[in-house]
């Protein structure tokens, strides 16, 4: 008879090749350091692109000061309970004030989570008698939301109209409840932004709702960093918008903002917060900060997109083909010329790593089967010497490693299924 920890002792499972090898260069490296510009690994400092510390808060020294300031006053854990019962003070209410204003919408509700935020008002909003429709790429706390959901789905291709279109045909001459769109702003592993004109105009013309999760797009895009949404001038067409606080923010929690009787509608039936113990007063406080930086941070978007340029030009001078999408993020395409990324994977992160560079490689499940990306987030702190002293690692791996840049068969077949190329 099979025992249930029988697949612990296989290679099987997520990136379980790499768990079976034991290693620790592509999967789970040890980082101790504060996250910064320069962080230490085995030893050995590296030029650091895979903190989502995008406006570089994560090392604010008032952000610190306030954090230290609330842990005097209030320890670590207040207020005890979830929000329905013990959790909720006017410190959490003027937040949700703060961030409903600045996603222009009329409420807003915090969570513990961008995960847990994400799954729950999925989850609140939708069931048995609903459909949701889906991004092909979207992250997995969004597909974790729609099976919580138990509402029946359907996939279209990432960022493809058409295939929407398609989809939501179909989904009226069967649907006997609402129907919810969902996906990402700015696409975090890729880079490319979501048509979000698009988006709206299909939800609209069929009767639809949109729910985008602007995790890597809200403090980056728009006026005062307000998001993808924002950038587009789309942000009064979505109908649910959600940001997490772990990426530009540099903190932890996430918020779903919408109309006062979605937001009650959600604060009453999001099971994963209604059941969960409310966030600590030490992130609340510090969070008013963070926003109040984002907000006045145009010095800071300004360097992290002149930081972002140049990397991305000089890794295509290159020639790797870097991801096209407006978002700063860095996605750099290793070509596989069907070898497996088990091999090509750790062979260049490790280079790079031995030689001082920290990237994190992306591979399936993230991205499509047969593709290999490094996702490199330039921030604002990062300097001059860092990029240049990074693109000459990267120019000394392909003559070391004659790695060949050029895309052909499965390598361009996933990139057309990421850019639509
Ligand atoms: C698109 C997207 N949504 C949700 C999350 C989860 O957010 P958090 O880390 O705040 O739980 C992430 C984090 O990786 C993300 O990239």
């Known amino acids: 008879m099979a025992d249930l920890f029988d697949k612990c002792k296989t290679d ?4 379980g090749a790499f768990r079976a090898m034991g290693d620790d260069y592509f999967t789970r490296p040890t980082l101790d350091a504060l996250p910064g510009t320069r962080m230490d690994y085995k ?19 008032e952000i610190k000061q306030i954090a230290l300031d609330t842990i005097q006053t ?4 207040a207020p005890m309970g979830s929000r329905m019962m013990s959790g909720t003070t006017s410190d959490h209410i003027n937040l949700e004030k703060k961030l409903a204003e600045f996603a222009r919408k009329e409420a807003a509700m915090l969570f513990n989570y961008g995960y847990l935020g994400v799954m729950g008002t999925i989850a609140s909003l939708t069931g048995q008698d609903d459909i949701i429709v889906m991004d092909k790429l979207s992250h997995a706390s969004i597909v974790d939301g729609v099976l919580l959901s138990r509402a029946p789905f359907r996939v279209f291709r990432h960022n493809d109209m058409n295939s929407l279109e398609t989809v939501l045909k179909r989904v009226n001459r069967e649907r006997k ?4 769109i969902v996906g990402e702003g700015t696409y975090g592993m890729t880079g490319d932004l979501a048509d979000l ?3 709206c105009e299909l939800k609209e013309k069929y009767d639809a709702r949109l729910f985008i999760d602007d995790a890597h797009g809200i403090g980056v895009l728009g006026e005062k960093g307000r998001g993808t949404a924002d950038h587009f001038g789309v942000q009064d067409k979505i109908d649910i918008y959600f940001g997490t606080f772990a990426k530009s923010f540099a903190s932890i929690g996430g918020f779903s903002a919408s109309s006062k009787e979605v937001v009650e509608w959600i604060l009453y039936n999001a099971r994963t917060q209604v059941f969960a113990k409310s966030l600590p007063m030490v992130y609340v406080r510090t969070l008013v900060k963070a926003l109040d ?3 006045n941070g145009d010095d800071r978007r300004k360097k992290m997109w002149e930081n972002s340029n140049k990397l991305k030009k000089g890794l295509r001078e290159q020639g790797y083909f870097i991801g096209e999408g407006e978002s700063p993020i860095c996605a750099v395409c290793i070509p596989l010329k069907g070898k497996p990324v088990e091999e090509i994977g750790p062979l260049t992160v490790k280079y790079l790593r031995e030689k001082g560079v920290f990237v994190t490689g992306i591979t399936y499940p993230v991205i499509p089967i047969g593709l290999f990306m490094f996702r490199m987030i330039p921030t604002a702190n990062h300097t001059d010497e860092d990029i240049y002293f990074t693109l000459n690692v990267f120019k000394k791996m392909e003559s070391d490693l004659e790695l060949d840049t050029t895309l052909t068969g499965d390598d361009l077949a ?3 299924k990421v850019y639509g190329r």
């Not at 409840?177 to 919810?180: I, K, P, Q, R, T």
């Open 74 to 77: 209030h320890s670590v854990s």
């Open 293 to 295: 930086m984002i907000i």
């Open 197 to 199: 004109p698009g988006l």
């Open 177 to 180: 409840g609402g129907v919810l």
């Open 43 to 61: 030893g050995h400092e590296q030029v650091m692109w895979s903190v989502n510390n995008y406006l570089g808060l994560a090392q604010d020294d």
């Open 12 to 15: 099987q499972g997520n990136f």
């Open 414 to 416: 996933g990139i057309r």
